[in-house]
């Protein structure tokens, strides 16, 4: 049974990090891009960041400098680390495993910026 659970979130004041952690079983974690997204009620999920099974990254426009993500392949887990928060980053978190037509999601994890 494939599980991803994702862990980390919480309230944090503007300026802020948190540290947002996904943990995956049931899958070759490592031959997985990993995804985050995040989604705002009555709005499409957006795609915030991913990272290839070669580690190679990619970010949405107003995250860049801000989030980072990174894999882990011996403990398959993905993290994303994020820094200088902003009100608008406020969502739920989700993170996202696929390979060819292979896809799952985790529960989410909310996250809310506010003073």
């Known amino acids: 049974q494939v599980q991803l659970v994702e862990s980390g979130g919480g309230l944090v004041q503007p300026g802020g990090s948190l540290r947002l952690s996904c943990a995956a079983s049931?899958?070759?974690?490592?031959?997985?891009?990993m995804r985050w997204y995040r989604q705002i009620p009555g709005k499409q999920p957006e795609l915030v960041a991913w990272i290839n099974s070669g580690g190679r990254t990619k970010y949405e426009d107003s995250v860049k400098g801000r989030f980072t993500i990174s894999r882990d392949d011996a403990k398959n887990t993905v993290d994303l680390q994020m820094n200088s928060l902003k009100p608008e980053d406020t969502a739920r978190y989700y993170c996202?495993?696929?390979?060819?037509?292979?896809?799952?999601w985790g529960q989410g994890t909310q996250i809310t910026v506010s003073s």
């Open positions: 049931g899958i070759i974690f490592s031959v997985y891009t």
């Open positions: 996202n495993a696929r390979f060819t037509e292979e896809d799952y």
